[in-house]
């Protein structure tokens, strides 16, 4: 085969495929040409008034005017879309209620239902009306997050963004429900403690009041039974002066003297307790010196401190009593204290 004519024929067939697709290309080029100025654009024109087109993210709601409702049932057709038209310029897609682009709409496709203009804005401003709603659940002001979803449904019952949006909204209502519960619950076991706190100080108080009486009464009572026993002695001795011969009232005596002493061991249960007190002893000292016969005459508190009493006396020396030189027994009483 001749290849000069195969050649001949591709570099033909080539030249015959470029005009028709330059061809092709232009009609593409025109039709998006004319969808663009005979669909698109006014389209957009109608939904949003500046050339910028809509913002991507709703503005905060602290960045919101809010006018006040708009008398929507007496508005027409034109004065509806001019309202959503402002509304949605203004990025009130579902606030304030009945001033807001959705009810704008949707007002208008009540009167006209097949009104293009409404249907096709209802379906693109949605995403960004429901991110209006997430704001009010997120901010928790459930029962406008609750409208606004109300709102979408009417316009797209059967979206999927309305059951996430209800499930969120339960959620944070639950959410917000246990944290009440739990604040209250709380300020309960606050309360409770803080009344248990106060009755416990009270019932410490009145234990001290009534312990504080007891001890002045016992007080009371060891100072009468001393001044009774001062009383008695002073009797007896006045007595055996007058019943002893004359020859004897000029006997010497002398009274024991303590050459040694003991300091009596604390109590740890009493140290621990912080407690003080006192014990009264009474003994004979024999001739020895020793003591002999202990035993406790009185004490405070009772039976704290009387055992540490009596052991300390146990290891006590005098010099004994001696009468015309002669050591005697005598008896006498000692006054122990035990202070921290």
Do not use: C
Request: charged fraction near 20%.
């Amino acid at each position: 085969m001749d290849t000069r004519y195969t050649l001949d024929a591709r570099w033909r067939a080539r030249g015959a495929v470029r005009p028709l697709l330059v061809a092709i290309i232009a009609i593409i080029i025109l039709l998006a040409v004319a969808a663009w100025f005979l669909i698109i654009k006014p389209h957009r024109d109608v939904i949003s008034a500046d050339s910028t087109g809509r913002p991507s993210t709703p503005a905060t709601s602290a960045e919101q005017t809010q006018p006040p409702p708009a008398n929507v049932a007496a508005m027409d057709i034109n004065q509806l879309l001019s309202g959503a038209r402002n509304a949605m310029n203004e990025q009130r897609y579902l606030a304030p209620a009945g001033n807001n682009a959705f009810e704008f709409y949707l007002r208008v496709l009540e009167k006209d239902p097949g009104n293009q203009v409404a249907s096709d804005a209802l379906r693109e401003t949605f995403p960004f009306a429901a991110t209006s709603a997430e704001q009010a659940i997120n901010s928790r002001a459930f029962d406008e997050a609750q409208r606004q979803i109300d709102l979408l449904a009417k316009a797209d019952p059967t979206n999927f963004t309305l059951t996430i949006l209800r499930s969120k909204l339960d959620a944070q209502r639950k959410t917000l429900d246990q944290q009440q519960q739990l604040a209250l619950e709380q300020e309960r076991a606050q309360q409770l403690a803080s009344q248990r706190s106060a009755a416990e100080q009270a019932a410490a108080e009145q234990a001290a009041e009534l312990e504080k009486a007891r001890l002045a009464e016992q007080q009371a009572a060891q100072a009468r039974a001393a001044q009774q026993a001062s009383q008695q002695a002073a009797r007896s001795a006045a007595s055996s002066a007058a019943t002893q011969p004359a020859a004897q009232s000029t006997a010497t005596t002398t009274a024991a003297v303590l050459v040694r002493s003991a300091t009596a061991r604390y109590p740890t249960a009493a140290m621990r307790a912080r407690q003080e007190g006192w014990v009264l002893v009474s003994f004979t000292v024999n001739v020895d010196g020793d003591t002999t016969d202990i035993s406790v005459v009185d004490s405070q508190p009772r039976r704290v401190f009387d055992r540490a009493a009596i052991d300390a006396v146990e290891r006590y020396h005098f010099e004994p009593a001696t009468k015309n030189g002669v050591p005697v027994p005598t008896v006498t009483q000692q006054r122990i204290e035990f202070k921290l």
